[in-house]
């Protein structure tokens, strides 16, 4: 892919959004207090992550854009979470998701 | 380690010589630190992997590693750029998965200098990881010991593990084409990795369907990229799990204050 200005961008939003997030913290902190307040924002915060974090996967292993993406790739996500629940290694879970998506479409499936 | 006449007001001064926090670091801790950091390495070296195999240029994931440094984030902003979401969606996408930063950044709060370059860095050092190490911990001394040394070598580590990552993602996998290497299932499966282990609860579970629903109910209607964010709502599900959790929170933290003002008199 070619790497644009509209790239650069997107990048520099993310690197500085995040910075400024990680200042954000201990700033609040010295104001209104860590503690009590901290955890609740967390709850709050960690449904957050919890849904879009959820959202990306359902939208990253079905589709391309619009369009549905065929077998391979949700079978390996499925081999995936399977590794995920039965407590395998990171690398385990990555490897065996694309191995199994690489060998379906070798199989003939897309 | 502990000297019995230090008091927290020395030690609070103390920890702001540079080197000083070392001194705390215990074996255990820095076994612990260093397994957890190891596996970082793993985590960073799939990134630049998959990354440079997905067609991103060789230096995008080392310094989006370097400068953004929270592995969820740089993995679903490459994973849209790559699939054709407007850089700045992916962006916005990325910003929102790191708002723990600010809660977690409240809690370790205390080891994070007043001012200077240093308050600088240790912002940049605040991670899941760091403050997973930090918050468990009562002494400001070891406190301080705890997040610096996990900020510290996770950076390095997670650096070098995406610098060595991305180089091989651009020779060995480069001559093959992603798709046959079912890479694209790489992204997901990643992201599936990072979710469950925060699926506690009734209320996380029934936010992540929840977001997982709406995601896909608006993929025909929303501009690639967004639907994701979209599940953000999904939180709405949990409002009042969240509320019961934060109410049963504050008992446990007003327990615990009782217990430390029981213990420090």
Known sequence: MTWGVEHWVGLAVLAVATFALRLLG????????????????????????????????????????????????????????????????????????????????????? | MRSPYRTDGLADRIGHRIGSPWQDVDRRLLRDVLLVCAAGAVVGLSFGAVAVASGTPLWVP????????????????????????????????GVVLNARMVPLGMGVADVVPRSGWRRLVAAHLLTDESAAFTLPRRDPAERRAAFWLTGVLLFVLWN??????????????????????????????????????????????????????????????????????????????????????????????????????????
């Open chain 1, 26 to 110: 201990p700033w609040l902190a010295a104001r209104i207090g860590g503690g009590a307040r901290a955890e609740s924002t967390d709850a709050l915060l960690a449904g957050l992550a919890v849904a879009v974090l959820a959202g990306l996967v359902v939208t990253q292993s079905l589709f391309d854009g619009r369009d549905l993406v065929g077998w391979a790739r949700p079978l390996g996500v499925v081999v995936a979470g399977l590794l995920v629940w039965r407590k395998a290694p990171f690398l385990v879970v990555v490897l065996a998701a694309a191995a199994t998506t690489a060998l379906v479409r070798l199989l003939g499936l897309s």
């Open chain 2, 62 to 93: 080392v310094l989006l590693s370097v400068v953004v440094f929270a592995g969820a984030s740089q993995f679903v902003f490459v994973a849209l750029v790559t699939g054709g979401t407007a850089p700045l969606v992916a962006a916005m996408t």
């Open chain 2, 160 to 265: 070098a593990g995406a610098l060595v990552g991305a180089v091989l993602g651009g020779t060995v996998l480069a001559a093959v084409d992603p798709g046959t290497l079912g890479l694209d299932a790489a992204f997901p499966a990643v992201l599936l990795a990072l979710l469950v282990p925060a699926l506690r609860t009734a209320t996380d579970r029934r936010t992540a369907l929840a977001g997982a629903v709406v995601a896909v109910a608006a993929v025909p209607v929303l501009p690639a990229g967004l639907p994701a964010v979209a599940a953000v709502l999904g939180v709405l599900t949990g409002v009042r799990g969240w509320s019961r959790r934060r109410a049963a929170d504050t008992e446990v933290e007003t327990d615990v204050e009782a217990e430390t003002a029981g213990g420090a008199s």
